[in-house]
């Protein structure tokens, strides 16, 4: 898949678990490069981690390239219809999100009045001084100056 054969491991063709050039140094190190005894594997290994990582992006920034250059190319083929199609977009969106802002601030001074019409109900009810008495106080009190009676 990586274009390197074997699986990405530069090896021998006699002995597939040999090192680069089938030879094996005397201090078991591997290939020209002469690194420790038993480094074989993780000198091969990262580069075909590497190579990897390449071959993932790879793709991805073609397709980006591609993009750049297809909104390059419909710019210059249809730039002013392009920024004329965006402004009328935005500029509805924005009409809304202003009616729908603007119902909102009418809902809420509504709810206000709504709790100020509530607070004057229950002031009505409660019976508080500034009212004169409510119909809750007047018959708590007709019901004390019956008892009073009675007795």
């Not at 021998?12 to 680069?20: L, T, Y």
């Not at 580069?47 to 390449?54: F, H, K, P, Q, T």
């Not at 729908?100 to 009418?106: D, H, K, N, P, T």
């Amino acid at each position: 898949m990586n274009g390197h054969g074997d699986g990405g491991h530069d090896r021998g063709q006699d002995d597939p678990g040999a090192p680069h050039g089938g030879e094996e140094r005397r201090d078991g190190g591997s290939g020209e490069r002469g690194g420790p005894p038993d480094t074989r594997f993780l000198q091969l290994e990262i580069s075909d981690v590497l190579y990897g990582e390449a071959e993932a992006i790879a793709r991805p920034a073609f397709r980006a390239a591609l993009l750049d250059a297809a909104k390059e190319r419909l710019r210059e083929r249809f730039g002013k219809e392009i920024t004329a199609l965006a402004n009328l977009a935005v500029d509805d969106l924005l009409d809304g999100a202003f009616v729908s802002l603007e119902i909102e601030g009418r809902i809420k001074a509504q709810r206000e009045t709504s709790e100020r019409t509530r607070e004057r109900l229950r002031g009505i009810f409660a019976g508080g001084a500034a009212n004169g008495g409510g119909a809750g106080e007047r018959r708590a009190a007709a019901a004390r100056k019956a008892r009073k009676a009675r007795r």
